[in-house]
């Protein structure tokens, strides 16, 4: 077994969690479970940042301590996690000592190394951002574009951290390590970047400004600019773990790409003798019915609402469906339902009830022994083991909605074959050989949903083991061993009947 350790970028509590926070996470979650199954031994990271200005705003604002604040905001990311079934093996909080250590001890670290100075700062800073701007981050016609909020002008003592010193090393380490970044063309953007000379970075906030942060080890007068702070708990989450760091892959969002995570965290990690890590990969944004998700106009989809009221699963599924790793797509009501009904109830839905319904009517219940197969059942057999094959090489590229579209292919020319079939008529016939094709397409149709129903366990755990539950199976611990077509359901009795994707009280009239 390899190690493999993957990370969510870690949630900013300033605000209850969306769309957005619960795609990562599930994104993520997705790729963790395929490596599991994979035969990796997997360490799957997440967890909330907790410092900063806008959180000591936000605690202000609603008459509470900061600590109180973000207690009670973390557990609603928590709940998020348990809701959608995210797998995660850690969840780190950045108030937590385990990480707060960590974060002091590289910092003495670097100012020791003589990495970090101390130095007057005179320029732009932004309250919504939380860093220091530059004249080459205003617009063209000389304003400061939204994302940065109110931005003033100050002057203040501050320690800066190298950041310069290393711009060469960085350009030289992507130049050759040109899969860093996932999507690829997302990293000719960060050499972009790089391609104007870096500033070095301030990594300190007086305390008379801000008191909700890691306090400097060499200067208590001041605490840990809150990226600084934040981006460490990728290592600081498992510094007690031999064999885990470097991580494979860090999970992040297209906007905290560049500069936090492809050029702060790799010159953060070399300053400090420590490999950077191996991978980052960043995903799109979601809108909500072709415009911007905006809680306040009401254009905002609350997951763990939606979850309560389609499923998880149903919701995992559309997340991962619907959106091409790395780029942007749309969320609405409509295309969901659309989803639902047509790909999960009644294509998914229906194989499974098809399959109880006559293995019910027609054997006893009990899945009977395959028969020698025909040239129908060779069809369906070449057809899913050329499924399995392409789905599988699609996960290891994260292309999981095309993975996703040919296992439902699958699906649907299995409820095809039933069609061919027509095992309802031969369950009329007294001809043997019509009682051994009826048995045989019993088999085969059993066979062939709980083959199909294996690619789906990343995405759908939940909905793969309410099938395998009703098909009488239970699976062994090879992953790979599942996907090989066999007989290995003959003899099992089958439940009644399942219900796992019902009309939604919201749709019901």
Same mark, same amino acid.
């Given at each position: 077994?390899?190690?493999?350790?993957?990370?969510?970028?870690?949630?900013?509590?300033?605000?209850?969690?969306?769309?957005?926070?619960?795609?990562?996470?599930?994104?993520?979650?997705?790729?963790?479970?395929?490596?599991?199954?994979?035969?990796?031994?997997?360490?799957?990271?997440?967890?909330?940042?907790?410092?900063?200005?806008?959180? /000591? /705003?936000?605690?202000?604002?609603?008459?509470?301590?900061?600590?109180?604040?973000?207690?009670?905001?973390?557990?609603?990311?928590?709940?998020?996690?348990?809701?959608?079934?995210?797998?995660?093996? +850690?969840?780190?909080?950045?108030?937590?000592?385990?990480?707060?250590?960590?974060?002091?001890?590289?910092?003495?670290?670097?100012?020791?190394?003589?990495? %970090?100075?101390?130095?007057?700062?005179?320029?732009?800073?932004?309250?919504?951002?939380?860093?220091?701007?530059?004249?080459?981050?205003?617009?063209? +016609?000389?304003?400061?574009?939204?994302?940065?909020?109110?931005?003033?002008?100050?002057?203040?003592?501050?320690?800066?951290?190298? !950041? /310069?010193?290393?711009?060469?090393?960085?350009?030289?380490? !992507?130049?050759?390590?040109?899969?860093?970044?996932?999507?690829?063309?997302?990293?000719?953007?960060?050499?972009?970047?790089?391609?104007?000379?870096?500033?070095?970075?301030?990594?300190?906030?007086?305390?008379?400004?801000?008191?909700? #942060?890691?306090?400097?080890?060499?200067?208590?007068?001041?605490?840990?600019?809150?990226?600084?702070?934040?981006?460490?708990?990728?290592?600081?989450?498992?510094? +007690?773990?031999?064999?885990?760091?470097?991580?494979?892959?860090?999970?992040?969002?297209?906007?905290?790409?560049?500069?936090?995570?492809?050029?702060?965290?790799?010159?953060?990690?070399?300053?400090?003798?420590?490999?950077?890590?191996? &991978?980052?990969?960043?995903?799109?944004?979601?809108?909500? @019915?072709?415009?911007?998700?905006?809680?306040?106009?009401? @254009?905002?989809?609350?997951?763990?609402?939606?979850?309560?009221?389609? #499923?998880?699963?149903? !919701?995992?599924?559309?997340?991962?469906?619907?959106?091409?790793?790395?780029? +942007?797509?749309?969320?609405?009501?409509?295309?969901?339902?659309?989803?639902?009904?047509?790909?999960? &109830?009644?294509?998914?839905?229906? !194989?499974?009830?098809?399959?109880?319904?006559?293995?019910?009517?027609?054997?006893?219940?009990?899945?009977? &022994?395959?028969?020698?197969? /025909?040239?129908?059942?060779?069809?369906?057999?070449?057809?899913?083991?050329?499924?399995?094959?392409?789905? %599988?090489?699609?996960?290891?590229?994260?292309?999981?909605?095309?993975?996703?579209?040919?296992?439902?292919?699958?699906?649907?020319?299995?409820?095809?074959? %039933?069609?061919?079939?027509?095992?309802?008529?031969?369950?009329?016939?007294?001809?043997?050989?019509?009682?051994?094709?009826?048995?045989?397409?019993?088999?085969?149709?059993?066979?062939?949903?709980?083959?199909?129903?294996?690619?789906?366990?990343?995405?759908?755990?939940?909905?793969?083991?309410? %099938?395998?539950?009703?098909?009488?199976?239970?699976?062994?611990?090879?992953?790979?061993?599942?996907?090989?077509?066999?007989?290995?359901?003959?003899?099992?009795?089958?439940?009644?009947?399942?219900?796992?994707?019902?009309?939604?009280?919201?749709?019901?009239?």
């Amino acid at each position: 077994m390899k190690n493999f350790y993957i990370t969510t970028a870690i949630d900013y509590v300033n605000g209850s969690p969306h769309l957005g926070h619960a795609y990562e996470k599930v994104l993520t979650d997705v790729i963790a479970r395929f490596r599991r199954m994979m035969g990796d031994r997997v360490h799957f990271l997440t967890g909330v940042d907790e410092h900063g200005q806008k959180i /000591q /705003q936000s605690a202000r604002k609603s008459g509470k301590p900061p600590q109180q604040f973000v207690d009670e905001v973390s557990e609603e990311f928590r709940e998020m996690c348990r809701k959608l079934n995210i797998s995660n093996d +850690d969840f780190i909080r950045t108030t937590e000592p385990r990480h707060k250590k960590v974060v002091r001890d590289i910092l003495q670290k670097l100012y020791d190394a003589g990495e %970090i100075y101390k130095a007057e700062y005179k320029g732009f800073y932004s309250t919504r951002q939380e860093q220091f701007l530059q004249e080459k981050d205003r617009n063209p +016609d000389g304003t400061w574009p939204e994302i940065f909020g109110e931005v003033t002008e100050i002057t203040e003592s501050n320690y800066f951290f190298r !950041l /310069q010193k290393y711009q060469d090393w960085l350009i030289s380490y !992507l130049n050759e390590n040109d899969s860093f970044v996932f999507p690829r063309y997302r990293q000719k953007q960060v050499l972009e970047f790089l391609s104007e000379p870096l500033n070095d970075l301030c990594i300190s906030r007086p305390k008379e400004r801000l008191e909700w #942060g890691i306090p400097l080890p060499f200067d208590e007068n001041f605490v840990t600019y809150v990226w600084f702070d934040a981006l460490l708990n990728y290592y600081s989450a498992v510094v +007690d773990k031999p064999g885990v760091w470097p991580a494979d892959f860090h999970v992040i969002g297209k906007d905290i790409l560049v500069p936090p995570h492809a050029v702060y965290w790799p010159i953060m990690l070399r300053a400090a003798g420590l490999p950077p890590p191996k &991978a980052l990969l960043a995903h799109g944004w979601w809108s909500i @019915n072709g415009a911007k998700m905006s809680k306040s106009t009401g @254009n905002f989809v609350e997951p763990i609402q939606f979850a309560n009221t389609y #499923g998880a699963d149903a !919701l995992r599924y559309f997340l991962i469906r619907e959106m091409s790793v790395g780029q +942007d797509s749309d969320f609405s009501q409509q295309q969901f339902l659309a989803r639902y009904n047509a790909e999960l &109830a009644n294509n998914l839905g229906n !194989l499974v009830n098809r399959t109880l319904n006559m293995t019910n009517r027609f054997g006893g219940g009990v899945i009977p &022994a395959a028969e020698a197969p /025909q040239d129908a059942e060779r069809e369906l057999q070449a057809l899913w083991n050329k499924t399995r094959d392409e789905a %599988i090489s699609l996960c290891e590229g994260f292309q999981f909605h095309i993975g996703l579209e040919r296992t439902f292919a699958f699906i649907t020319a299995t409820n095809g074959y %039933i069609e061919k079939r027509a095992p309802w008529k031969l369950g009329k016939s007294t001809v043997p050989e019509d009682q051994a094709l009826l048995r045989l397409s019993l088999a085969t149709m059993a066979e062939a949903l709980r083959c199909g129903v294996s690619l789906l366990q990343a995405v759908m755990p939940e909905t793969t083991q309410k %099938i395998y539950g009703v098909l009488g199976h239970t699976p062994g611990a090879v992953w790979k061993e599942e996907l090989v077509w066999g007989d290995r359901l003959s003899g099992k009795k089958v439940a009644e009947t399942a219900i796992l994707f019902p009309r939604p009280q919201t749709e019901k009239k």
